[in-house]
């Protein structure tokens, strides 16, 4: 047995394990033990495991884990990443680090953290929705009312269909408030379930109205709390996006492996 120290993070209810691998005290192959630090009643509970390593072309680098062991860009964990960073003196109020889809640019202003997202040069539509990859890719649905549907239901569907069944795709359900404001629910690949809060998925989101909008600012309102979005939009590409909002230590703590 082994003794892992982590600390509980969550950015608008999007919630992480955070675990300083600079000495490599977490093996990276071992993804069953990701899924039961993930286990919200035999382990931790999280949405995700996050690892913070040294990185030889950045400040810091995030490895992040979806529950299931997979992969990919998490937004709302790439600024809880920036915080833990920060406590562990590795990073001041800006930074550069690297995540699996290359470098980001982020800061710290109060309590948020402002993470600069890469540049959106494409979309699709599908009928009335949108297919949008802002480092994981997202599948767009309007409705007309986000209390009403099930998430998980609705989004299997378009998750499992055969278009997205191999690779998996997130499924995001918005609720038009005005031509700046959405409501917004979730349905995550690799969580296989809702999560509170996605940042790729607001990012999306927010690309959408642009879309949509001579806008340049969304104000994304997610079950879990509020996140904003910044963008400049030329025709149909957007860049200097940035995804804006808290990010916050819950706990720390050991855990026997």
Do not use: W
């Not at 691998?21 to 009643?41: A, E, G, I, P, Y």
């Not at 992969?71 to 809880?80: P, T």
Request: hydrophobic content about 35%.
């Amino acid at each position: 047995m082994a003794t892992i120290s982590f600390y509980k993070y969550q950015g608008t209810g999007n919630d992480f394990v955070m675990i300083d691998n600079r000495q490599h005290v977490f093996d990276k192959k071992n993804l069953s033990l990701v899924t039961s630090l993930c286990d919200r009643r035999f382990g931790i509970g999280a949405d995700g495991v996050i690892l913070i390593e040294e990185s030889e072309e950045a400040d810091f680098e995030m490895v992040y884990f979806n529950p299931d062991g997979s992969q990919s860009l998490c937004g709302n964990g790439s600024r809880c990443a920036v915080m833990f960073a920060r406590f562990l003196g590795m990073i001041k109020d800006e930074t550069e680090f690297m995540a699996i889809d290359g470098l980001h640019y982020a800061r710290v202003e109060d309590d948020k953290v402002f993470l600069k997202m890469h540049d959106v040069n494409s979309f699709e539509r599908i009928a009335d929705d949108y297919l949008i990859d802002t480092g994981s890719p997202h599948y767009i649905r309007y409705t007309e009312d986000t209390q009403s549907l099930d998430p998980v239901a609705e989004g299997r569907a378009v998750r499992y269909s055969d278009r997205f069944a191999e690779k998996g795709v997130n499924v995001n359900f918005l609720e038009k408030v005005d031509e700046h404001t959405l409501k917004i629910r979730t349905y995550e690949r690799g969580v296989e379930g809702e999560t509170l809060s996605c940042g790729t998925g607001c990012t999306a989101a927010a690309i959408s109205l642009g879309i949509q909008h001579d806008i340049d600012s969304v104000s994304l309102l997610a079950m879990g709390g509020e996140l904003r979005v910044d963008f400049k939009k030329t025709n149909n590409s957007f860049t200097d996006i940035f995804l804006i909002g808290p990010a916050k230590a819950v706990f720390q703590g050991q855990i026997e492996v």
